[in-house]
């Protein structure tokens, strides 16, 4: 236990972060986006740089500051940009956890022209994006571990542990949303955490800080 809490732990760790959400154009000045703020993936970010990793955190549009030396951030837009950085910078990393809220789908058209105001019914095709956390999960190697996450309304544990499955994770934090202080905007946090063994975590709502200690301690575990 004490020596999960030593400073320095992760000391040589490469472990890439995304965060906060994706804005998908649909025109030059609108776009479809989320309520992420990103701030669970900040702190995790942030518990890793204190804990010594080496931290690249690939960062939708957020309005938060990452200051420590440790973390290198990378400001993306859309998934298709996330996907792009995330699956280049995964073959160097020992961890990726996938904090971010990314958006399943797309405008299939997006107009070079501000769309105008006719009066009549505007109809928008969406693609699906591809699954980043899914990607990663395809091109792992042996050693590298993959954290997801999970926000589920219904059927909770089970839809997190097929999710952990199709995505071929080490484990997967449920957000729950039984609580008032948990999820998006929030600073704290309710979170379980199944592990691909089948183990089952449960945690206090606590500060999201704190949150990412107890994630980073199980991601130790992994190493
Ligand atoms: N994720 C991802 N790329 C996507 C969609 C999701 O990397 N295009 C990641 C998220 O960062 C998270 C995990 O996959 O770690 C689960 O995201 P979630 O939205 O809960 O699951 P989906 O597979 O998108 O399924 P659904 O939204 O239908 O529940
Ligand atoms: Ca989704």
Redesign the pocket.
């Known amino acids: 236990e004490a020596y999960f809490q030593g400073k320095e732990i992760l000391s040589g760790k490469k472990i890439l972060i ?1 965060a906060g959400p ?1 804005y998908e154009k649909i025109d030059p000045v609108r776009f479809i986006g989320n309520y992420s703020s990103g701030k669970m993936g900040f702190a995790l970010a942030e518990v890793c740089a204190e804990r010594g990793a080496d931290v690249t955190l690939i960062a939708g549009p957020v309005s938060l500051q990452a200051l420590h030396p440790n973390i290198k951030r990378i400001d993306v837009e859309s ?1 298709e940009e ?2 792009n950085v ?1 699956v280049d910078k995964f073959p160097n990393m020992s961890a990726a ?8 789908y797309a405008p299939e058209i997006r107009d070079e022209a501000k769309i105008k105001r006719t009066g009549d019914d505007l109809l928008l095709r969406l693609k ?9 999960g395809r091109m792992k190697k042996t050693g590298q571990v993959l ?6 309304t219904n059927d909770e544990e089970e ?2 542990w097929i ?1 952990l499955n ?2 071929n ?1 080490d484990f ?2 449920l957000n729950s949303l039984q609580d008032k202080g948990a999820g998006f905007k929030c600073d704290t946090n309710k979170i379980t955490i199944i592990e691909k063994s089948g183990n089952k975590l449960v945690f206090e709502t606590k500060a999201k800080k704190e949150v990412a200690a107890d994630i980073v301690d199980v991601l130790n575990m992994y190493f």
């Open positions: 995304t994706t998934a996330m996907y995330v956890i996938m904090c971010a809220a990314v958006a399943d699906p994006n591809k699954d980043i956390a899914a990607a990663l954290v997801g996450f999970a926000l589920e839809n997190a999710k199709r995505k994770l997967i934090v």
